[in-house]
């Protein structure tokens, strides 16, 4: 029996090798902690295709806004003299 490319002899020393760096204690946490992971990574990739999915059947529709350069504005300084009397 393989599972990914490894037989049954590989698995079992990686696990004695997790047993001995987690403790017994601490496993079952380990392994909860796992499968929460697992399962919301799931649920994520799930949602997202749905989201997708929903995106293309929704039939929203699109108004193109075309927005003009703004105008420059050029300001003139001019400069009055008064002519002295």
Not at 11 to 28: D, E
Not at 30 to 59: C, M, Q
């Amino acid at each position: 029996m393989k599972f990914l490319g490894m037989g049954v002899p590989e698995l079992l020393i990686i696990l004695a090798v997790i047993l001995l760096i987690f403790g017994p204690k601490n496993l079952p946490k380990l392994g909860s902690a796992l499968g929460k992971t697992v399962k919301n990574l799931r649920d994520g990739i799930g949602s997202g295709e749905k989201e997708i999915e929903e995106a293309a059947d929704a039939d929203d529709v699109v108004e193109e806004v075309v927005e003009e350069a703004p105008k420059k504005t050029v300001k003139k300084k001019v400069v009055v003299k008064k002519a002295d009397d």
